[in-house]
């Protein structure tokens, strides 16, 4: 079975910061890792997705993450925070060769502060 | 850009009482996908649905739960009879190839609130 973690349910940078969200996955089979983001009112909108081809993974909106194996993690960072970035972000994991349900993390709330 | 859609927005019910909730998928997509979301908890997978038959399903999805794609534009999900514990939002996922074969994700529509007084 697979399962991630996201530490801190509450993150607050100023704009302009860093911005570095934390995912910590668990799964039996390599996996493959997604980071969504939701705004207020709206679905679940992928940022990127690591499916094994490079560990450094580039998305929308001027996020990445890195797949690190050897520390089991999927954290997301943006070197320049904006204001439309506030929403809250999720980790997902899928076990590759297996079903093709999600399973997320508890999900990272994002503010900005101008 | 195609979208997925989801129908109502808010559904308020009482308990005991069967409740559809409606998706449209996006058109050329072939997998199919209901979660849900506690208020403050997080995103739980419950079916997914291929081929006109369920793949996969969760404890979650016990006897009360079905899913349908009656027109082959819609996915359904019924609750037969409503739970003050199925209040949540429910999300229909779609996505045209399986996730763990590319580079392929799963599509969510905006969800629909339901609330079971």
């Known amino acids: 079975a697979q399962s991630v973690t996201q530490l801190g349910s509450h993150v607050s940078v100023s704009e302009g910061a860093l911005v570095l969200l934390r995912c910590n996955y668990s799964?039996?089979?390599?996996?493959?890792l997604f980071w969504y983001v939701q705004y207020p009112n709206q679905g679940l909108q992928l940022l990127l997705k690591y499916t094994s081809a490079a560990t450094l993974v580039k998305g929308i909106n001027g996020f990445e993450a890195e797949f690190k194996k050897s520390e089991t993690s999927f954290h997301l960072t943006k070197p320049s925070a904006h204001m439309s970035d506030a929403a809250e972000y999720f980790c997902?994991?899928?076990?590759?060769?297996?079903?093709?349900?999600?399973?997320f993390g508890t999900g990272t709330r994002l503010t900005i502060i101008p | 850009e195609p979208e997925v859609t989801q129908t109502p927005s808010h559904q308020v019910t009482q308990m005991g009482q069967e409740v559809i909730l409606r998706c449209v998928p996006i058109s050329n997509h072939l997998y199919f996908y209901w979660y849900r979301q506690i208020l403050g908890q997080k995103v739980e997978f419950l079916v997914s649905?291929?081929?006109?038959?369920?793949?996969?399903k969760s404890e979650i999805f016990d006897d009360q739960f079905s899913v349908e794609r009656p027109d082959g534009s819609n996915f359904t999900l019924k609750i037969r009879s409503t739970k003050l514990e199925d209040s949540a939002m429910y999300f229909c996922a779609s996505s045209e190839t399986r996730i763990t074969t590319g580079t392929d994700t799963q599509y969510f529509g905006p969800g629909t609130r339901l609330t079971v007084l």
């Open positions: 649905f291929y081929n006109n038959e369920i793949s996969e």
């Open positions: 799964s039996s089979v390599p996996p493959y």
């Open positions: 997902a994991v899928a076990a590759s060769g297996g079903n093709e349900k999600l399973t």
